[in-house]
């Protein structure tokens, strides 16, 4: 799911950003994704469905920056290599598999898995978009976080540098 959001009157701040060096803009927009990203991790995390808590302790934050530009991207998301573990033991299954001659893990199910199937569902289950929904509930919320902080960054680090006006 990806989702842009388009900020209009910011010229001036962009032009701030142009005068500053690179690598305080750099902060000041990764600090700004991040605050953006925390808010809508939460409301995954809120919205997901309970059935043991683990669902909803791996969802993550990652940041990168496009260096073409001032402007990066947040992915907020489950994390990809989070397992869950087996139900009675907490451990992962072993299984001697005759096929192959050894013991082997058996019964492993990704987090991001889980989420894809709660999401779009599957052929033996209707789909329950939790995501989407958190997504749909918070993304004002986030929008503001990563403007606010935008532009205390901004300020900080123009009066640090003797940019102010």
């Not at 990809?80 to 009675?88: I, N, V």
């Not at 403007?147 to 640090?160: P, R």
Request: hydrophobic residues 40%; glycine residues 6%; aromatic residues 6%.
């Amino acid at each position: 799911m990806d989702e842009t959001v388009k900020i209009e009157g910011l010229d001036q701040l962009l032009e701030t950003l142009r005068v500053l060096p690179d690598k305080v803009a750099d902060k000041n927009i990764t600090q700004a994704l991040r605050a953006g990203g925390k808010v809508v991790q939460h409301a995954f995390a809120e919205a997901a469905p309970e059935d043991t808590g683990f669902l909803a302790e791996h969802f993550n934050v990652k940041v990168s920056l496009h260096r073409e530009e001032l402007s990066g991207s947040a992915y907020i998301g489950p994390m990809s290599r989070a397992d869950y573990p087996d139900r009675d033991t907490g451990q992962w299954r072993l299984k001697f598999i005759k096929k192959y001659k050894k013991l082997m893990q058996v019964g492993r199910v990704s987090v991001l898995s889980v989420c894809r199937f709660l999401e779009h569902g599957t052929r033996k289950m209707a789909a329950r978009p939790f995501m989407t929904q958190a997504f749909e509930t918070s993304k004002d919320q986030a929008l503001d976080a990563m403007t606010t902080t935008l532009e205390v960054g901004i300020i900080s680090s123009a009066v640090q540098h003797g940019l102010e006006e």
